[in-house]
């Protein structure tokens, strides 16, 4: 039988044991920095998350690349839904980690959340596969244009309240202008091109963020969790406002179609047995 490893292996993570005690880590390296020597206090919150991740700390361009998209997908606004979620938990009393549990349950769904950026940096992902595979290039497209016809969403693309997603140009516009628009997003302004024949569906913002950290060499399931993340922070500014009200402060936003109850009297009732 096969001898179980008692260590927990990372790539990310070494630890240097003292000497008088074995669970006591002397020096602690995130891949062959020196967290609390060489990092902390050196480096920011957010080029920590990329060296996480990527294993190397990012360039200058990069840095200010990464900050860009974590900065643009930061505050959906209240009416979101992981915020509403947070919100709604931390009214009714919930204490702050579970209020931040609501909104994050919530911001991986699979419309505007964590999971639709992951399904979008697939399909990115997919196509160039195709495209590298097939010289038939515009295969890939089509394929695509179908899905649309046959009622199925494209990930990234779609509207925001009935209207173009006017976050989504303006982060456009930044990358174009700041020569950060990589192959991934040249790729989904290429599809919208094609699917605006078909359809007016146009590129929504987590479209664009998914794109664009795929240009900077991050998974799918990275996407998904940085989306998440970057919208923690404002999930709990929002959050922490409802602390200071009352349950009966906080609308509620019923619908009548559906939470109005009319009460019959008897007789009626009994009428229509």
Request: glycine share 8%; hydrophobic share 40%.
């Amino acid at each position: 039988m096969k001898k179980l490893e008692n260590k927990i292996k990372t790539s990310i993570w070494c630890e240097e044991a003292a000497a008088h005690n074995p669970f006591y880590a002397e020096k602690s390296y995130c891949h062959g920095y020196d967290f609390y020597n060489d990092l902390l206090g050196n480096y920011s919150w957010a080029e920590l998350v990329f060296l996480h991740l990527k294993g190397e700390l990012p360039s200058k361009e990069s840095n200010n690349h990464f900050n860009l998209l974590l900065t643009a997908v930061m505050n959906p606004g209240p009416r979101d839904l992981q915020n509403r979620a947070a919100m709604s938990a931390a009214i009714g009393g919930c204490p702050v980690g579970g209020a931040l549990t609501a909104g994050f349950s919530c911001a991986m769904g699979e419309l505007q959340g964590g999971l639709a950026v992951e399904a979008v940096m697939r399909m990115l992902l997919d196509i160039k596969k195709q495209a590298d595979q097939d010289t038939a290039f515009p295969f890939s497209y089509n394929a695509l244009i179908d899905r649309y016809q046959n009622n199925e969403q494209i990930p990234g693309f779609g509207f925001l309240y009935a209207e173009q997603d006017t976050q989504a140009v303006r982060l456009l516009k930044l990358l174009q202008k700041r020569q950060w628009d990589g192959n991934f997003v040249r790729l989904l302004v290429k599809i919208e091109t094609i699917i605006a024949e078909k359809c007016e569906h146009r590129i929504r913002l987590y479209g664009v963020f998914g794109a664009s950290l795929l240009d900077l060499g991050f998974s799918p399931e990275q996407g998904h969790g940085l989306y998440m993340l970057a919208g923690g922070a404002s999930m709990l500014g929002f959050l922490s406002e409802r602390y200071t009200e009352k349950w009966y402060e906080y609308p509620t936003w019923f619908s009548d179609a559906v939470y109005n109850y009319e009460r019959k009297s008897g007789n009626e009732h009994n009428k229509k047995q």
